[in-house]
């Protein structure tokens, strides 16, 4: 099986612009989770989507947000770029619905986004 | 509110020596157990978890962890060390209740010398 992945790999914006990003999880997987990774925060979870459905919603501002289609693939938006939103942004997907079962999350790439 | 501490940022073992990575959680309930292994510029590589049963768990790459309820920890192991195991490793844990999410620790880097 193909494994997730993301588009575009790497990114450069300036300040106060949007970006969107791409996810396209495993075959057959419906859940998909969204990370943001940075040196000084590490891991911190966006949002979470299960059949079209925002089922959890991580601590970031409103300019932070998402959508699954009914392809599973999801995409991300951050508009009103700023200088903090720098960083790699991390899918995951499972099988499962990532709050039920104890299904382990499989990760593509990442996007490196830098806001300029 | 969950969390995960690695109170290690750094971890330097020599080849062929056995390596240890620590983890600590705290969650409501009963936990689910993750650790992933991160290489530069990929995303991460599950390595084992923790759902039940045997408080052993053995993983990929000859990785284990420990799971000890009393002491909430599940520190990951492995008998001797190979200079490819050198990446950043993150610890994770879920509530197994509910839409619970997947909580990160900050990430501990193994550096493993010749």
């Known amino acids: 099986k193909a494994g997730v992945t993301q588009t575009p790999r790497y990114l450069i914006k300036t300040r106060g612009q949007q970006v969107t990003l791409s996810c396209s999880p495993i075959?057959?997987?419906?859940?998909v989770s969204w990370y943001q990774q940075t040196p000084g925060q590490g891991l911190q979870f966006l949002f979470e989507?299960?059949?079209?459905?925002?089922?959890n919603k991580g601590n970031f501002p409103g300019r932070f947000s998402g959508r699954q289609f009914s392809n599973s693939r999801s995409e991300m938006n951050v508009s009103t770029l700023e200088l903090g939103d720098s960083a790699l942004y991390l899918c995951?997907?499972?099988?499962?619905?990532?709050?039920?079962?104890?299904?382990?999350?499989?990760f593509g790439p990442g996007t490196r986004l830098t806001v300029l | 509110a969950q969390s995960v501490a690695q109170p290690e940022d750094q971890v330097n073992v020599a080849e062929g020596n056995p390596l240890t990575v620590k983890c600590t959680y705290s969650?409501?309930?009963?936990?689910?157990l993750f650790w992933y292994v991160q290489y530069p510029n990929r995303g991460l590589q599950f390595l084992l978890k923790?759902?039940?049963?045997?408080?052993l768990v053995k993983g990929s790459y000859g990785f284990e962890a420990e799971f000890n309820k009393s002491q909430t920890s599940f520190h990951l192991k492995k008998p001797s060390a190979l200079v490819s195991d050198s990446a950043l490793y993150f610890c994770?844990?879920?509530?197994?209740?509910?839409?619970?999410?997947?909580?990160f620790g900050k990430g501990t880097m193994l550096l493993v010398s010749p």
């Open positions: 995951a997907s499972s099988s499962h619905l990532a709050g039920g079962p104890y299904n382990e999350q499989f």
């Open positions: 075959s057959g997987h419906r859940s």
């Open positions: 989507y299960f059949s079209e459905t925002q089922r």
């Open positions: 969650v409501s309930g009963n936990p689910y």
């Open positions: 923790y759902i039940t049963g045997d408080n």
């Open positions: 994770a844990v879920r509530a197994n209740s509910g839409y619970s999410t997947l909580t």
